[in-house]
């Protein structure tokens, strides 16, 4: 894929746009509207959309895609404005060094050497040799119209034959080493890098052929699943197996289903699910997370329930989370891979399955019942424990409500006591008898009560304290103080033992704070830690944002563009991993 094209696939317009024009959603589908940054108005007649990623005003008829935009409003060359997009979204650059001439001639040769491999190992298939592969295929019911449709094929096993093809083109020897699909013999010459393999083609979205992964046929080969390496056109991270052929029935059916290798893409395809990808091989990444987004922001996840993946579930599911996308996960009993159950089960009851999907939180639920004994008081608070992290992630306080309210239902724990949580620090509603003490602000006091009274928010809060500067600035920083010192020291933690270390003043300090709000359980004391904690670490991202914006500002003013544009990519990281909506202007610059 060019690098251009790479970074449009993994940019999603909206945001892009959305950190100079506040946009606000039109209608049903992926479609925005805001204020024109590019003529006067006063009602929005600039739209974008998400699904095409264009955008296109009716008042000025200003238009183009995301490179058009930034180059417009930022006053850039298309280069410029392709490095800006890149370093912002964490896309490295392809380092510099042969003319742009002789890299594009490089990356169009590689699409022929990928083009002509496809081309032979699908005739293998259908050759004498591929006899073997065939009745693989036969044995795991993939039809030969599938075969077709996923360009599957057989590499040689000899090693060589795949040399010969691309010796008798004559490119240039760097060139092929550079394709991935040659590996170099230390005494010379070349050898094939796929032998004897089942050949899954991979395409760019834009649908040419830029990897592959191959398949053992032998149980005693490994691995088990080999990968064409990075190449100039094959970025492992930005590229998700078959969504050039789902990205239609994506739109289409407003979800994609995202599984895990290309025999589930393919089983899942055949029962008639067209909107299914997959991750091929690596960790769910950002740029792949994106580039369902752009199409849909309903995501069906259904992975192999085996144990092995489960941690891997789990990031890749916080990442989707993460980038809004709304989330269901199909495990299907048994322990059945999606391929699997289509061909127990049939396509129909797979696509029922899908549709009944659990909700993200509601399967999460499922996992809390099945690891902790419910029946006990102590099972449920470990329940409650487990999914209060993820709950307190949801950054819509509604739906967080909503959310938790569910989860106490499907725990058995009284909802009077979880919606307790949910309450801000500060703003409780049955505020305490006692008068507070004045002088100590009531985030302070609700934390330091919280830490005092639940080991669990001493053991994980502690430590995310020790990062946040403004905890120096407290009215009670020698208690805090104290609390540091203890914790660095093995043994249990005493309430004496802190006293011990405190003066005169200070221990008042403790005292009128205990004394000030009751925290009863621990579970409760843990909670409201937690969510003092989050306040003080947004407070402290807020300070490390306008620090950043100071800077950029000085940078620009003395010309230092290059530093300018490294913060500004910093500071807009920095900015989406607070899920901060963007705060400026229309029309103004993100420097602001
Ligand atoms: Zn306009």
Request: hydrophobic share 40%; net charge neutral; aromatic share 8%.
């Amino acid at each position: 894929m060019d690098f251009a094209e790479q970074v449009k696939s993994s940019v999603d317009i909206v945001k892009a746009i959305g950190e100079y024009v506040r946009l606000k959603k039109a209608g049903a589908g992926p479609r925005y509207t805001g204020l024109c940054p590019f003529h006067s108005e006063k009602t929005p007649s600039f739209s974008v959309h998400g699904g095409h990623q264009f955008y296109y005003c009716f008042g000025c008829n200003a238009k183009g895609d995301v490179f058009n935009f930034i180059m417009a409003i930022e006053g850039l060359e298309f280069f410029d404005a392709l490095k800006l997009l890149a370093e912002r979204n964490g896309i490295p650059l392809p380092p510099r060094g042969a003319p742009a001439t002789r890299d594009s001639e490089l990356r169009s040769a590689l699409a022929e050497m990928h083009q002509a491999a496809a081309a032979l190992f699908a005739e293998n298939l259908r050759s004498p040799q591929g006899e073997e592969a065939r009745r693989y295929l036969l044995g795991r019911h993939v039809a030969e119209s599938e075969w077709d449709e996923f360009g599957l094929g057989l590499s040689e096993p000899g090693g060589q034959q795949l040399v010969r093809k691309l010796e008798k083109r004559g490119y240039p020897e760097e060139f092929v080493e550079q394709s991935g699909l040659l590996r170099r013999r230390p005494e010379g010459g070349f050898y094939d890098y796929f032998r004897g393999r089942l050949m899954f083609p991979i395409h760019s979205e834009s649908g040419a052929v830029i990897g592959f992964g191959g398949r053992a046929l032998r149980p005693d080969d490994q691995p088990k699943y080999l990968n064409s390496p990075e190449t100039p056109i094959y970025r492992k991270s930005a590229v998700l197996y078959n969504l050039h052929r789902a990205r239609n029935a994506i739109r289409k059916q407003d979800r994609a289903v995202l599984v895990e290798g290309y025999m589930d893409v393919i089983g899942v395809w055949a029962a008639g699910v067209h909107e299914v990808v997959a991750s091929c091989g690596t960790a769910l990444t950002n740029q792949q997370v994106r580039s369902i987004h752009r199409h849909s922001e309903r995501v069906v996840v259904n992975f192999d329930p085996d144990a092995a993946g489960a941690n891997a579930t789990e990031r890749s599911l916080q990442m989707l989370l993460d980038e809004n996308m709304r989330v269901r996960v199909l495990a299907l009993e048994g322990g059945l891979d999606p391929d699997e159950f289509v061909r127990q089960s049939g396509s129909e009851a797979y696509r029922a399955r899908l549709d009944r999907a659990a909700t993200y939180f509601h399967w999460l639920f499922d996992r809390a019942r099945a690891r902790f004994d419910l029946h006990s008081v102590e099972g449920r608070l470990e329940g409650w424990k487990f999914v209060l992290p993820v709950l307190q992630r949801i950054p819509d306080r509604l739906e967080r409500v909503a959310v938790a309210t569910d989860a106490a239902d499907y725990l058995g724990i009284d909802r009077v006591y979880v919606l307790d949580k949910f309450r801000r620090p500060g703003s409780a509603p049955h505020a305490p008898a006692r008068p507070a003490p004045a002088s100590v602000p009531s985030l302070e006091r609700l934390l330091l009560s919280a830490l005092v009274a639940s080991p669990e928010a001493r053991a994980e809060g502690l430590p995310r304290l020790r990062d946040i500067p403004a905890v120096q600035l407290f009215t009670t920083k020698p208690v805090f103080d104290a609390l540091f010192a203890l914790d660095a020291q093995e043994g249990e933690f005493r309430f004496a033992a802190l006293e011990a270390r405190l003066d005169d003043a200070a221990r008042a300090l403790l005292a009128a704070v205990c004394l000030a709000d009751e925290v009863s359980g621990g579970e409760v004391a843990y909670a409201q830690a937690m969510e003092c904690i989050r306040e003080l670490e947004q407070a402290n991202s807020k300070m490390q944002l306008s620090a950043l914006k100071n800077r950029i500002k000085e940078m620009t003013r003395n010309g230092d563009l290059d530093g300018a544009l490294r913060i500004t990519g910093e500071l807009n990281r920095l900015q989406r991993s607070l899920g901060a909506p963007p705060a400026n202007e229309p029309g103004s610059s993100v420097v602001n």
